[in-house]
């Protein structure tokens, strides 16, 4: 045998050799790694991190054993806050019959965090404000069941809702959409269990062409091995975690909510029960028609355009909700949806007082006295944050006659004290100047030798010695949304209160100097929020009060309806 062929024998043994020992080793690095994630239950560790939970009032809410629900309002739970109550069919809001009374139309609203009102009251979300509303409105009884439920899933709000057909007998099914849904697990559910007894989770959760470099083409072999392999799920969910991404929504899950929402609609129409799709100013009509694609069903989706910038949020405050209800009685009308029933005798609005007019930057002597701070004698509006009327000493200050107007704010620009900003040079002279955060207004108090006032100091002034919730009739005093036309008015040509001070109520919110701690989850303990007072000329009238507190705002947020008036020691004559 010639030495070059003996070499080539000799090294390709060498070779086949090597080759086995890696293999070897490789298969039992990987037995290894496998026990160890095993052992450690690593791989659920990373996935738990990952998923999307539900964490706020959890209290209120129980797992539902069905991987298109996945959770539930439980009947007779109330959130620690002491906000949200579930009555016993498991709806939220007040007590209600599963039989439908007598001469009721009754109406079924079914949605996710923007139906059920975070961080709301009971009385203060929609639906609620809706049933008020209609009642208002119509010569007949409305009852409105609020089945939102926290974080948007809408097979949920599908099964949900074709369970209520037979346990409730609505004359309408109102189904809010939001966005693309996200399969939201109840936070402290069991997730191991829930993944095991329904692989369907695989499917909907994981990105069909994720990793790019592992069986892209082959989705039924990740999704066995993301099932059966630990390694494998490890790996995934680390390279995922690494890469920032979440399991928060894909295909899959959305075409199996437009498939639960499809059949919702066939049997509701098979029925004979009303139904509408409703979008909330900030989701985009096309989401709608994706849903609704074969059926001939009412879309409403209300327009916040050119409204303050809220007006658009999923979770807007109580005042917004307020337009929610006016309008959808009003698109409800429109399009037929309420049946047979007579509107009730409209009431002549008495046209509002035009004075002269106030000089802008005059200053009111406001006396030291002392009064009772929060919720007003007999007023049946007051929110929680307005009780217990506590009594308050103030001292004597100066206040603002009117709004600072947009004319007096450019003057400070024009000084250089004050920072400009976009849309400024087209707010009319004389009108009050907004979409000015706090932190403006306080360069131009500061410019102008004054101050914000107190939260306390602004409700005394407001009340002037006046212990009821406001001075006056809404249309003498105040421009809202009954008369102000959509936009804000001269500043000082409505009646003013005892002390002389006019728009204390409506025209614009008004920043106050008093700061309240976040109520979000989300935000940093140390965040200031600061409250603003009075109305503004978008508000309904319910919160033309005194003592009506509920709205407040980052320093630097700003907005078309927000303004304020200026405050000064009594010393600084």
Same mark, same amino acid.
């Given at each position: 045998?010639?030495?070059?062929?003996?070499?080539?024998?000799?090294?390709?043994?060498?070779?086949?050799?090597?080759?086995?020992?890696? @293999?070897?080793?490789?298969?039992?690095?990987?037995?290894?790694?496998?026990?160890?994630?095993?052992?450690?239950?690593?791989?659920? %560790?990373?996935? #738990?991190?990952?998923?999307?939970?539900?964490?706020?009032?959890?209290?209120?809410?129980?797992?539902?054993?069905?991987?298109?629900?996945?959770?539930?309002?439980?009947?007779?739970?109330?959130?620690?806050?002491?906000?949200?109550?579930?009555?016993?069919?498991?709806?939220?809001?007040?007590?209600?019959?599963?039989?439908?009374?007598?001469?009721? $139309?009754?109406?079924?609203?079914? &949605?996710?965090?923007?139906?059920?009102?975070?961080?709301?009251?009971?009385?203060?979300? +929609?639906?609620?404000?809706?049933? #008020?509303?209609?009642?208002?409105?119509?010569?007949?009884?409305?009852?409105?069941?609020?089945?939102?439920?926290?974080?948007?899933?809408?097979?949920?709000?599908?099964?949900?809702?074709?369970?209520?057909?037979?346990?409730?007998?609505?004359?309408?099914?109102?189904?809010?959409?939001?966005?693309?849904?996200?399969?939201?697990?109840?936070?402290?559910?069991?997730?191991?269990?829930?993944? #095991?007894?329904?692989?369907? $989770? +695989?499917?909907?959760?994981?990105?069909?062409?994720?990793?790019? $470099?592992?069986?892209?083409?082959?989705?039924? @072999?990740?999704?066995?091995?993301?099932?059966?392999?630990?390694?494998?799920?490890?790996?995934?969910?680390?390279?995922?975690?690494? %890469?920032?991404?979440?399991?928060?929504?894909?295909?899959?899950?959305?075409?199996?909510?437009?498939?639960?929402?499809?059949?919702?609609?066939?049997?509701?129409?098979?029925?004979?029960? &009303?139904?509408?799709?409703?979008?909330?100013?900030?989701?985009?009509?096309?989401?709608?028609?994706?849903?609704?694609?074969?059926?001939?069903?009412?879309?409403?989706?209300?327009?916040?355009?050119?409204?303050?910038?809220?007006?658009?949020?999923?979770?807007?405050?109580?005042?917004?909700?307020?337009?929610?209800?006016? *309008?959808?009685?009003?698109? @409800? *009308?429109?399009?037929?949806?309420?049946?047979?029933?007579?509107?009730?005798?409209?009431?002549?609005?008495?046209?509002?007082?035009?004075?002269?007019?106030?000089?802008? =930057?005059?200053?009111?002597?406001?006396?030291?006295?002392?009064?009772?701070?929060?919720?007003?004698?007999?007023?049946?509006?007051?929110?929680?944050?307005?009780?217990?009327?506590?009594?308050?000493?103030?001292?004597?200050?100066?206040?603002?006659?009117?709004?600072?107007?947009?004319?007096?704010?450019?003057?400070?620009?024009?000084?250089?004290?004050?920072?400009?900003?976009?849309?400024?040079?087209? /707010?009319?002279?004389?009108?009050?100047?907004?979409?000015?955060?706090?932190?403006? !207004?306080? /360069?131009?108090?500061?410019?102008?030798?004054?101050?914000?006032?107190?939260?306390?100091?602004?409700?005394?002034?407001?009340?002037?010695?006046?212990?009821?919730?406001?001075?006056?009739?809404?249309?003498?005093?105040?421009?809202?949304?009954?008369?102000? =036309?959509?936009?804000?008015?001269?500043?000082?040509?409505?009646?003013?209160?005892?002390?002389?001070?006019?728009?204390?109520?409506?025209?614009?919110? *008004?920043?106050?100097?008093?700061?309240?701690?976040?109520?979000?989850?989300?935000?940093?303990?140390?965040? /200031?929020?600061?409250?603003?007072?009075?109305?503004?000329? $978008?508000?309904?009238?319910?919160?033309?009060?005194?003592?009506?507190?509920?709205?407040?705002?980052?320093?630097?947020?700003?907005?078309?309806?927000?303004?304020?008036?200026? !405050?000064?020691?009594?010393?600084?004559?």
């Amino acid at each position: 045998m010639s030495r070059s062929r003996y070499l080539r024998r000799f090294f390709a043994r060498r070779w086949l050799f090597a080759v086995v020992v890696v @293999l070897l080793a490789l298969a039992a690095g990987l037995a290894l790694a496998d026990r160890i994630v095993a052992g450690r239950d690593l791989d659920w %560790d990373l996935i #738990e991190r990952l998923l999307y939970y539900q964490t706020h009032d959890v209290e209120v809410f129980e797992v539902v054993d069905d991987p298109d629900v996945l959770f539930a309002p439980k009947p007779g739970a109330v959130s620690a806050s002491g906000m949200a109550h579930i009555n016993s069919l498991g709806y939220r809001g007040r007590e209600l019959t599963a039989a439908k009374p007598e001469g009721v $139309f009754r109406i079924l609203v079914v &949605g996710g965090s923007n139906v059920y009102g975070m961080l709301l009251w009971d009385d203060e979300t +929609w639906p609620a404000q809706l049933e #008020e509303q209609l009642n208002r409105d119509w010569q007949g009884r409305f009852e409105v069941f609020n089945g939102g439920v926290l974080a948007y899933v809408p097979s949920q709000m599908a099964i949900r809702a074709r369970v209520a057909m037979d346990e409730l007998d609505p004359d309408l099914i109102v189904f809010a959409l939001s966005n693309v849904g996200s399969p939201a697990f109840l936070a402290g559910s069991p997730i191991r269990r829930m993944f #095991e007894t329904y692989p369907v $989770f +695989w499917q909907r959760l994981f990105y069909a062409d994720y990793p790019t $470099f592992s069986f892209r083409r082959n989705r039924d @072999l990740r999704w066995r091995l993301l099932q059966e392999n630990r390694l494998y799920r490890f790996f995934y969910a680390a390279v995922m975690g690494i %890469d920032g991404k979440s399991w928060y929504t894909n295909g899959d899950f959305e075409q199996n909510n437009i498939k639960q929402t499809g059949m919702l609609i066939a049997e509701a129409q098979r029925r004979g029960f &009303g139904f509408c799709l409703f979008l909330y100013p900030g989701a985009e009509r096309k989401h709608g028609e994706g849903y609704s694609r074969g059926y001939e069903l009412p879309i409403i989706r209300l327009d916040a355009q050119d409204l303050p910038r809220r007006y658009g949020s999923v979770h807007p405050p109580a005042t917004v909700m307020t337009w929610y209800a006016k *309008e959808l009685s009003r698109c @409800l *009308e429109a399009e037929g949806l309420l049946g047979e029933v007579e509107r009730a005798a409209q009431v002549e609005i008495p046209s509002t007082i035009d004075t002269a007019g106030a000089t802008a =930057g005059e200053m009111v002597d406001i006396p030291t006295g002392m009064f009772v701070m929060g919720c007003s004698p007999g007023d049946a509006l007051c929110r929680p944050d307005e009780k217990p009327p506590v009594p308050k000493t103030v001292s004597a200050f100066h206040m603002d006659r009117t709004e600072v107007t947009a004319g007096q704010y450019r003057a400070c620009v024009a000084a250089g004290a004050c920072e400009t900003f976009d849309g400024l040079a087209a /707010q009319p002279e004389n009108c009050p100047v907004v979409s000015v955060s706090k932190n403006r !207004a306080m /360069q131009f108090c500061r410019w102008a030798g004054k101050r914000l006032p107190t939260e306390v100091e602004w409700e005394y002034a407001a009340r002037a010695g006046d212990a009821s919730s406001r001075y006056g009739a809404p249309l003498c005093i105040a421009w809202f949304d009954a008369n102000a =036309g959509g936009s804000p008015h001269p500043v000082g040509r409505l009646a003013p209160n005892a002390w002389g001070l006019h728009d204390m109520y409506g025209n614009v919110w *008004e920043w106050t100097e008093y700061s309240v701690q976040p109520s979000r989850s989300n935000q940093k303990r140390t965040d /200031q929020f600061f409250i603003v007072r009075g109305g503004g000329w $978008f508000t309904d009238e319910r919160y033309l009060r005194a003592s009506y507190r509920t709205l407040r705002f980052e320093p630097e947020h700003a907005e078309s309806d927000i303004g304020f008036r200026c !405050a000064q020691d009594a010393s600084g004559d």
